[in-house]
């Protein structure tokens, strides 16, 4: 039994990486008396097609985006804690009983494995995490089982590998956002019936986890992302993708940008929010959410967020895991903020030093 997603290893200091289909991310973090500190941190862009729906796809671009991040950020730290995207995982909560020891526990899941998964055993990672006594039955714990093809873990290790780094960690991206999400949660008067839900717009995938008492309850994948409003700027423009990239961040571009261009786009995202929310509610209990935190590289779109607040009803922020943290002499604190939003999964696999 491979127990390489999110358990079995004792904490120490790890960089986090965050690999997303636009770009790579590397942070590091300290804590002294309960208090974080950013101590080094770096983005660097990933060409079109390296990593496709958050699938590797080109493992030795990846690394040497990865290696290039890596030599900015000036960390020292060798080992990284990496995650797979909650579309190739298979994650269940089945019940055993409470006076198995660990050991007996891996065993008997291992034997009933295939039970869960819809893969043969031989290409998958398989790991379990004891979340606790089970409400419903004494005598019996809750069991969280986790599971990956090995192909998405190797990719990643394989590319860190190149790069000159170590994968002590391999987690979940949702297990990692929910890991941050209690450093936003700091942030705002919540209580533990909050719901909360985190929209995450990335390159190519727009990814909606609701959180509620510190766990995540829904998590749902579509196909959107700022890739198309980058695409959209070449296309109007007639620039390359790299120059359309830049113009997607610092604006101006030319004088009908604003109206033409990026106002459709804000359209298009609260349509995408609206329309995840509902799927939500259609699928739960609920028929609102406390909280909207918008995450990911199109979250600081200017102006979105209050689109975002008037369209759905319900007050709507951009989320900055590192507001109360202290930053390190040497750390570029304007790029530190404006990269923020995008920094969840990584400042989440950052944290897995001080489990």
């Known amino acids: ?156 290790v394989e590319a860190l590998e190149l790069a000159d780094l170590e994968a002590k960690v391999v987690d979940i991206e949702a297990f990692a956002l929910e890991r941050t999400f209690a450093l936003i949660a700091e942030q705002f008067e919540l209580n533990e019936n909050s719901v909360v839900a985190i929209v995450d717009v990335g390159a190519t995938v727009t990814t909606l986890s609701v959180i509620v008492d510190d766990e995540t309850i829904y998590t749902r994948e579509q196909l959107f992302g700022g890739r198309q409003l980058t695409e959209e700027i070449q296309r109007r423009y007639g620039v390359t993708y790299e120059e359309a990239g830049m113009a997607k961040k ?25 329309r995840a929310l509902q799927f939500f509610f259609s699928a739960s209990q609920y028929n609102m959410v406390d909280l909207v935190v918008l995450a990911g590289g199109v979250a600081s779109t200017t102006g979105l967020a209050d689109r975002v607040a008037e369209e759905t009803g319900t007050s709507t922020v951009v989320a900055n895991p590192f507001a109360n ?10 790029a530190l903020n404006a990269d923020a939003p995008s920094m969840m999964i990584a400042c989440g696999l950052a944290l897995r030093s001080f489990d």
């Open 325 to 334: 943290m202290e930053v390190a002499p040497g750390v570029d604190v304007l």
């Open 1 to 156: 039994m491979l127990k390489e997603l999110f358990g079995g290893w004792r904490p120490s200091p790890v960089v986090g990486v965050d690999i997303s289909s636009s770009a790579v991310k590397v942070l590091e973090l300290s804590c002294n008396n309960g208090r974080y500190r950013v101590e080094s941190f770096a983005v660097a862009p990933l060409p079109q097609n390296a990593v496709i729906e958050k699938n590797i796809a080109d493992t030795e671009v990846v690394a040497e985006s990865l290696r290039l991040a890596h030599t900015r950020s000036r960390s020292k730290q060798k080992n990284a804690a990496v995650a797979v995207s909650g579309a190739a995982v298979i994650t269940k909560v089945i019940e055993m009983a409470a006076d198995m020891s660990e050991e007996v526990m891996e065993s008997q899941i291992t034997l009933e494995a295939d039970q869960y998964i819809p893969y043969p055993l031989e290409e998958v990672a398989l790991d379990f995490e004891v979340l606790g006594p089970s409400d419903r039955n004494e005598g019996m714990v809750e069991v969280l089982l986790a599971a990956s093809r090995q192909e998405n873990i190797e990719t990643r």
């Open 250 to 274: 610092d604006g101006g571009i030319a004088d009908d940008y604003e109206e033409e261009v990026l106002e459709p786009f804000r359209d298009a995202v609260v349509q995408q929010i609206n």
